[in-house]
């Protein structure tokens, strides 16, 4: 792209002036004001451009072959934290982090040498530096301009934070789906093995085999199906909470605890587990389904980890920050910091001993987070475990 020098004949002539002296006040070189002052007066005479660059959504810089800025768009501005007087006529390394400062100049004398349009970072990753000091990450590409008066370089900066942090998530996303399908697939294929291998054993030798020992096959086929379902239902859940927006409602703790306690009852006569409920639990606000999974989940994790003979303690109260906390409270062996920093990440939890996917404490963290509250564990070893979540009241 080639610009000759524009006619000033019919250009506004008191623009130019006023560009020189909005750079004296930075940099007295009379080289450098020169080069601004022209870059201003060669977009300055055409509206069309100057529209032009004022309204891209990228941010615009322009270079001479020094490094130094010599015309800026407003978007920089937006970008940088900085007014276009505070960058033009100076060094273009004002915009870079430190790291990049000491190689950059080699690559300016390398663009014009051998100008032309193309992108910046194929190989690695950019970043600019704000006015405050904070480093952001951006894409930018190049391009030149021809002028009578010398060669400029036009970068198009775009800054990318937004996208990294979706990119960032997508992956993370990515990661876990992958790892809880090969994890339910890996429960599943267990489970199905198990029950079909039950299954013909009744089937091949049920004539012959006693009453009790054909009532704990079954008791084992029914164990195995109620697992395979939790499976089954945590992946139907998750899928809710990661894709569903909800309307939050006063909820009625009870019938969603004795929900749950249905729901358990194999687990709690198997295990022979005591439970205890408070008085009175807070009125909060929340989903339905989404809650009765937390208790679910809570209630399983203290029935599974408990004490030899589990005692377990629902409660609830209101807190001075504005919050209904509800808890889980067992009598097992407690966690070290290290298991206790594992709890709610996928795939973790409760260090996870006995297998199953691991992923019950992580939904609960997501159901809870969804609905404006927060969950929490308090615990020290051979001191129990207190399993919370907190929720906004009803107001």
Not at 49 to 68: H, N, P
Not at 152 to 172: H, P
Not at 201 to 218: F, H, I, P, W
């Amino acid at each position: 792209m080639k610009w000759d020098r524009p006619d000033k004949s019919g250009h506004d002539k008191a623009e130019a002036p006023k560009h020189c002296k909005e750079i004296t006040g930075l940099n007295g070189d009379l080289n450098v004001q020169r080069r601004v002052a022209f870059a201003a007066d060669l977009f300055q005479g055409d509206v069309t451009i100057r529209t032009l660059l004022e309204s891209l959504a990228e941010g615009v810089v322009i270079i001479d072959s020094t490094a130094t800025i010599v015309l800026v768009n407003r978007q920089v501005e937006r970008l940088f934290g900085y007014t276009k007087e505070e960058v033009v006529g100076r060094p273009l390394n004002i915009l870079l982090p430190q790291r990049f400062q000491s190689a950059h100049p080699k690559h300016v004398t390398g663009f014009f040498d051998k100008p032309k349009i193309r992108p910046m970072g194929l190989e690695k990753e950019l970043a600019a530096r704000h006015k405050s000091g904070r480093d952001f990450p951006v894409e930018i590409s190049l391009s030149h301009l021809e002028t009578s008066s010398g060669n400029l370089a036009m970068a198009f900066i775009t800054d990318i934070t937004l996208r990294k942090e979706a990119m960032k998530s997508l992956e993370s996303r990515n990661e876990e789906l992958d790892a809880f399908a090969h994890t339910v697939a890996h429960d599943l294929r267990g489970s199905l093995a198990a029950l079909i291998g039950y299954s013909e054993l009744l089937n091949d030798r049920g004539v012959t085999l006693s009453e009790e020992q054909v009532r704990e096959s079954l008791d084992m086929i029914g164990r195995i199906g109620r697992k395979m379902s939790d499976v089954l239902n945590e992946l139907l859940l998750l899928s809710s909470v990661r894709k569903e927006d909800v309307v939050a409602a006063p909820l009625d703790m009870v019938p969603l605890i004795h929900e749950a306690l249905f729901r358990l009852k194999h687990k709690i006569e198997e295990r022979e587990a005591e439970i205890t409920l408070s008085r009175d639990f807070p009125a909060a606000l929340g989903y339905a389904p989404w809650v009765e999974e937390v208790w679910y989940n809570y209630i399983s994790n203290a029935v599974k980890y408990g004490g030899t003979s589990p005692k377990i303690t629902l409660g609830g109260e209101l807190t001075e920050d504005g919050y209904a906390r509800f808890w889980v409270k067992d009598n097992g062996p407690g966690l070290s910091q290290a298991d206790k920093s594992q709890l709610f990440i996928p795939f973790s939890s409760r260090a996870n001993p006995s297998g199953g996917s691991g992923l019950g404490l992580s939904i609960v963290k997501r159901i809870v987070e969804k609905l404006n509250g927060s969950v929490d564990v308090e615990c020290e070893l051979d001191e129990g475990s207190l399993f919370i979540f907190k929720l906004p009241v009803v107001e």
